[in-house]
């Protein structure tokens, strides 16, 4: 099982940037998806971004389209999540997902097998 490693989440106000970093305790470079998903207080978890490790294509969610960048380092067994112009409504825990198996999809939470613990992400107004 890929252990997954979360850091980078913290207080910011609106219009503000993070970055998050995913360590992964395996190389990156045979993955076939790696994303980023968020739960805020009382919603269900939604994807965030997802980059189909072979194809080199990414998929962002409508609503942080323009704003987020999700970036891997294969070198390093990273995966990053640039956020910038965050507003409140980013506020969630953050989950880095990744996945090994030969599959279409990247989009879905059932895509993934392996996840974060997560790190959390608060936006003030």
């Known amino acids: 099982q890929v252990q997954l490693v979360e850091s980078g989440g913290g207080s910011v106000q609106a219009g503000g940037s993070l970055r998050l970093s995913c360590a992964a305790s395996t190389s990156t470079y045979g993955s076939n998806c790696m994303g980023w998903f968020r739960q805020g207080p009382g919603k269900a978890r939604e994807t965030v971004a997802a980059?189909?490790?072979?194809?080199?294509?990414?998929y962002y969610a409508d609503s942080v389209k323009g704003r987020f960048t999700i970036s891997q380092d294969n070198a390093k067994n990273m995966v990053y999540l640039q956020m910038d112009a965050l507003e409140p409504e980013d506020t969630a825990m953050y989950y880095c997902a990744a996945d090994f198996r030969v599959r279409g999809s990247c989009i879905r939470e059932t895509d993934y097998l392996n996840w974060g613990q997560g790190t959390q992400v608060t936006v003030s107004s």
């Open positions: 980059r189909y490790t072979r194809a080199g294509s990414t």
